[in-house]
C-alpha cells in the first residue's frame, strides 16, 4: 500500500487556520478513498473527512462547513483545509488510504489550537 507521510500540523490560535498535507506513495492512488481521522488525549480516532476517488466528501458534523478536503491525483495528495479552527479540534490527525480490503496510516500530524 506504499507510504503515507502527512505534514501542516502546528500550533494556531482559535478562529486561525491550517491546511495539512498528506502524501500517498503508492501506484494505486487515484482509485483509493482517502481520508482524515482525528485522536484527542483519551478519546477514541474518529472520523473527520473521506473523499472518494470520483471527488465525493463526507465530514463529521462537527467540522462541517469549515473543514474541506481535496486531493490532487497528479501529486498522489491530499489535503485538509481547516478554517475557523476551535480548541475542541486538537487533535493528532491521521492520513487514511483505502482500497477495498486494504487501508494504511500515516504517522500523524498533531494540530493544536489554543483559546
Known amino acids: 500500500q506504499g507510504h503515507i507521510v502527512e505534514s501542516g500540523g502546528g500550533l494556531v490560535e482559535a478562529g486561525g487556520s491550517l491546511r495539512l498535507s498528506c502524501v500517498a506513495s503508492?501506484?494505486?492512488?487515484?482509485?483509493?478513498?482517502m481520508g482524515w481521522y482525528r485522536q484527542s488525549p483519551g478519546k477514541q480516532r474518529e472520523l473527520a473527512a473521506t473523499?472518494?476517488?470520483?471527488?465525493?466528501?463526507n465530514y463529521t458534523d462537527s467540522v462541517k462547513g469549515r473543514f474541506i478536503i481535496s486531493r490532487d491525483n497528479a501529486k498522489n495528495t491530499i489535503y485538509l483545509q481547516m478554517t475557523s479552527l476551535k480548541p475542541e479540534d486538537t487533535a493528532v490527525y491521521y492520513c487514511?488510504?483505502?482500497?477495498?480490503?486494504?487501508?494504511?496510516w500515516g504517522q500523524g500530524t498533531q494540530v493544536t489550537v489554543s483559546a
Open positions: 473523499i472518494t476517488s470520483g471527488g465525493a466528501t
Open positions: 487514511n488510504y483505502r482500497l477495498g480490503p486494504f487501508g494504511a
Open positions: 503508492t501506484s494505486s492512488f487515484r482509485t483509493a478513498v
